[in-house]
């Protein structure tokens, strides 16, 4: 029924810059917020940023100055610009939508994607 997709993900070296993306598809009759997760090996998943249907905005501390969150709500596309890299943001990061769909109107359902690898070496 709904599908979140993301890409952008890859290998970097500490300082350089990425840029995510995550695009929602199928029966959405609107999304709320969109947010970016991330976890690492080890570790449990933890958030990084979210962005609300107003573009409304908040950050982890570990990423505030480096991360920017954006949309689009004309695609239904959420965007993370992560730069000034760090090994420690190597993870898998998610994206999430709380969005409501065409055949029940009135409710909200959270989705996720499947993640994308984000890999920093120093």
């Known amino acids: 029924q709904v599908q979140l997709v993301e890409s952008g993900g890859g290998l970097v070296q500490a300082g350089e810059s990425l840029r995510l993306s995550c695009t929602a598809s199928?029966?959405?009759?609107?999304?709320?917020?969109m947010s970016w997760f991330r976890q690492a090996p080890g570790k449990q998943r933890e958030l990084v940023a979210v962005?609300?249907?107003?573009?409304?905005?908040d950050y982890a501390d570990f990423v505030k100055g480096r991360f920017t969150i954006s949309r689009d709500n004309a695609k239904n596309t959420v965007y993370l610009q992560m730069n000034s890299l760090k090994p420690e943001d190597t993870a898998v990061y998610s994206c999430?939508?709380?969005?409501?769909?065409?055949?029940?109107?009135?409710?909200?359902?959270?989705?996720w994607g499947r993640g994308t690898q984000v890999t920093v070496s120093s």
């Open positions: 999430n939508a709380v969005l409501e769909i065409l055949t029940h109107p009135g409710r909200e359902y959270d989705y």
């Open positions: 199928g029966i959405i009759s609107s999304i709320n917020t």
């Open positions: 962005i609300d249907s107003a573009g409304g905005t």
